[in-house]
Structures are given as structure tokens and as C-alpha cells.
């Protein structure tokens, strides 16, 4: 079995400052990890994805994630946020049934203050 | 830009009602997914497709069925409606070569009386 684990429900930081968003997981061989964000009152919509390679990976807006496979973590990552940012945030592991789905956290919400 | 429509925003609906959920992509994606998100369970996946006429239980498929009779179309069904089915309802579609990236549709809040 799979899982993914956003031990925060909600994140609050103050504009310009860097933000963190953790994500944890737990899979048999080895992971692909995505993140995904939904502002209020639209679907889903990809960020970025961890496949294999460099442990860190850049992805849209200005986020970039690290993958580390020793504390099985994948966290979520801007070096400046902006009010913008504020949105409902995902993690997902992929898994192998026979054909691929993925299993989400519980999400975590980013509360940036101006 | 990929596109998946969902053929309602928001439905009201009444209990042991027949629904209908429909969901569109125009990219001509092999696969395609149903999930259900509630506030502090994320999304979880009902149903996904990964061919015409073939379906795959995900977590939950109980109390749901999908049909999914054209490759660009999945239908998400619920044969009786409950209000425990009360939820928002997430299409996804996504192509093999692209390692499970998947493209959401804006969901609709279902609402069972």
C-alpha cells in the first residue's frame, strides 16, 4: 500500500519570505511524487513531479521541490512568497496497480499575509 | 493547454435519485479518473479508466459505477444517491508517456438532499 502524509493543515507565512510546505511518503520501490495546487473554487492544477534524477525539481510560479529518499520526504519549496501563493496544496505518490493512479495527501493550506 | 470539462458546477439532488456526472478531455488521453474530495480526507479516487470500456476500482468505488463508452468521455454514476455522497467530484484525464501526470477538470460540488 501507498501513502502520503501533510502533517500541516494550514501554513501561514508573511510575504517575501520563504515558505515550506512538508510532504512525507511511504511506497514500495521507487516513487514518482507530484505536487499540485487548487485555488479556491477551481480544480487541481500540476506544479511539479519528481521522476528520477536530480533531487531537486523546479516547477511552475517559481516552486521547487527536494526529493529525499533517506527520510522519504518531498517538500514543497519558494525562497520568496507572494499573497498569490495562497491557495489549497497536494502531494501524491504515484502507485503501480496494473495500470498507474495516484494516491494524494490530505492537502495543506498556504496562508500568505502581506 | 489541455482542457477536461465537467458538465456541471454544481448539482442539487435529491436521496435514491439516479446522477449522472460527465466528464470531457480533448486530448485524447488514455486515461482518465474519478476522485471525490472532502475537507481533511483529500481526494480520493473512485473509479479510473485506462481504455475505452475498461474501468478500475481506486478506494471507494462503492455506491459509484462509471461508463466510459468513448475514449475522450467518462461517466461517473450514482445508481442511488446518498447524502453521505454529498462531496466535491474531481475529473482527471492523463496519458501513459507522461508518467501519471494528470489534468483536472473544475469539479462539481454535489450536493444529496
Known amino acids: 500500500a501507498q501513502s502520503v502524509a501533510q502533517p500541516e493543515d494550514q501554513v501561514n507565512v508573511a510575504e517575501g519570505n520563504p515558505l515550506t510546505v512538508k510532504c512525507t511518503y511511504s511506497?514500495?520501490?521507487?516513487?514518482?511524487l507530484f505536487w499540485y495546487v487548487q485555488y479556491p473554487n477551481r480544480g487541481l492544477q500540476f506544479l511539479l513531479k519528481?521522476?528520477?534524477?536530480?533531487?531537486l525539481v523546479k516547477g511552475s510560479y517559481g516552486f521547487e521541490a527536494e526529493f529525499n529518499k533517506s527520510q522519504t520526504s518531498f517538500h514543497l519549496k519558494k525562497p520568496s512568497a507572494l499573497v498569490s501563493d495562497s491557495a489549497l496544496y497536494f502531494c501524491?505518490?504515484?502507485?503501480?496497480?496494473?495500470?498507474?493512479?495516484?494516491?494524494f495527501g490530505s492537502g495543506t493550506r498556504l496562508q500568505v499575509q502581506p | 493547454d489541455v482542457k477536461v470539462t465537467q458538465s456541471s458546477r454544481y448539482l442539487v439532488k435529491r436521496t435514491r435519485e439516479k446522477v449522472f456526472l460527465e466528464c470531457v478531455q480533448d486530448?485524447?488521453?488514455?486515461?482518465m479518473f474519478w476522485y471525490r474530495q472532502d475537507p481533511g480526507l483529500g481526494l480520493r479516487l473512485i473509479y479510473f479508466?485506462?481504455?475505452?470500456?475498461?474501468?478500475e476500482k481506486g478506494d471507494i468505488p462503492e455506491g459509484y459505477s462509471v461508463s466510459r463508452e468513448k475514449k475522450e468521455r467518462f461517466s461517473l454514476i450514482l445508481e442511488s444517491a446518498s447524502t453521505n455522497q454529498t462531496s466535491m467530484y474531481l475529473c482527471?484525464?492523463?496519458?501513459?508517456?507522461?508518467?501519471?501526470?494528470?489534468?483536472f477538470g473544475p469539479g462539481t460540488r454535489l450536493t444529496v438532499l
Open positions: 511506497v514500495s520501490g521507487n516513487p514518482y
Open positions: 482527471a484525464s492523463g496519458r501513459d508517456r507522461e508518467r501519471d501526470t494528470q489534468y
Open positions: 486530448m485524447d488521453h488514455e486515461n
Open positions: 479508466s485506462y481504455d475505452v470500456k475498461m474501468k
Open positions: 519528481y521522476i528520477t534524477g536530480d533531487n
Open positions: 501524491a505518490v504515484s502507485r503501480y496497480t496494473g495500470r498507474r493512479a495516484l494516491t
